[in-house]
């Protein structure tokens, strides 16, 4: 059984920005560290991802898998689901909600559900979310930051 997690952080970009970087898969290897390999294998009318194969590689964990997105018509929330099962997950649900703050920043809130195919103890299996999540957002926070960035 999978249980979900859920952390916020705040990044100084507009919530627009911010779904520009989540949406732009192809470049996910460029800034963050497990993903190898990130291709778009099939979209939506309107050019976004519908179907997105990851290739990850976080040393004590490898796999590779496919998710399924929807997006909000206004990209305040971005979601996904694994298509089947891959070498390590037997299912992975999650999403991110963006909320505008008056001072133009956005509060990113991720949430993520996985059930492995292997068993981990609880304790360690919570361990191992929280450590997923902060680094995802970190990651997230200092691409969208990052100097040069289009705001």
């Known amino acids: 059984m999978a249980d979900s997690s859920t952390q916020s952080i705040i990044i100084g970009a507009s919530p627009d920005r911010v779904a520009a970087v989540i949406c732009d898969f192809p470049s996910y290897p ?8 990130a ?7 309107d050019g976004y991802a519908s179907q997105v194969r990851f290739v ?18 206004d990209l305040s929330r971005v979601e996904w689901h694994l298509l089947g099962p891959s070498k390590m997950q037997k299912s992975q649900r999650g999403s991110y909600d963006l909320v505008a703050n008056p ?6 809130t991720y949430t993520l559900e996985v059930e492995l195919s292997v068993g981990m103890l609880g304790m360690f299996r ?23 960035a289009a705001q």
């Open 103 to 108: 001072d133009g920043s956005t509060t990113v």
């Open 56 to 73: 990850i590689d976080a040393g004590v964990m490898a796999d590779e898998y496919v998710l399924a997105y929807e997006y909000a018509e």
């Open 39 to 45: 291709e778009v294998i099939e979209e939506y009318e």
């Open 30 to 37: 460029e800034w963050t560290e497990a993903v190898r390999h």
């Open 126 to 148: 919570r361990k191992a979310e929280k450590m997923i999540m902060d680094t995802a957002l970190k990651q997230l926070k200092r691409r969208v930051e990052a100097p040069g």
